[in-house]
């Protein structure tokens, strides 16, 4: 089973911006498509963005126009650029990669943005 370790969290202000990684064990070429999803507390689990094995990206409304995903495949590691950041992004950001109707969670780093 693949294992997802998700890296780059932490405590910014309003306004500025983190970069999220999702290193994968082993190549992510087999994923037909990968994303970040993120839960606040008391609120449901929300997709944030996806991209697929073609390049095809995909986001939220909340956050379109602010965070970009991309993958490298060289380096088996998907990314999350997060500009101008809410307080409203404060969230555990999780990643997924889904291969032959399998999907794979990380465990999750911890986004917080202060007013």
């Known amino acids: 089973q693949v294992q997802l370790v998700e890296s780059g969290g932490g405590l910014v202000q309003a306004g500025g911006s983190l970069r999220l990684s999702c290193a994968a064990s082993?190549?992510?070429?087999?994923?037909?498509?990968m994303g970040w999803a993120r839960r606040a507390p008391g609120k449901q689990r929300e997709l944030v963005a996806v991209?697929?094995?073609?390049?095809?990206?995909n986001y939220a409304d909340s956050v379109k126009g602010r965070f970009t995903i991309s993958r490298d495949n060289s380096k088996n590691t998907m990314y999350l650029q997060m500009h101008n950041l809410k307080p409203e992004d404060t969230a555990v950001y999780y990643c997924?990669?889904?291969?032959?109707?399998?999907?794979?969670w990380g465990q999750g780093t911890q986004v917080t943005v202060s007013s």
């Open positions: 997924n990669a889904e291969s032959a109707g399998i999907r794979s």
């Open positions: 082993g190549s992510i070429f087999r994923f037909n498509a």
């Open positions: 991209i697929t094995s073609g390049g095809h990206t």
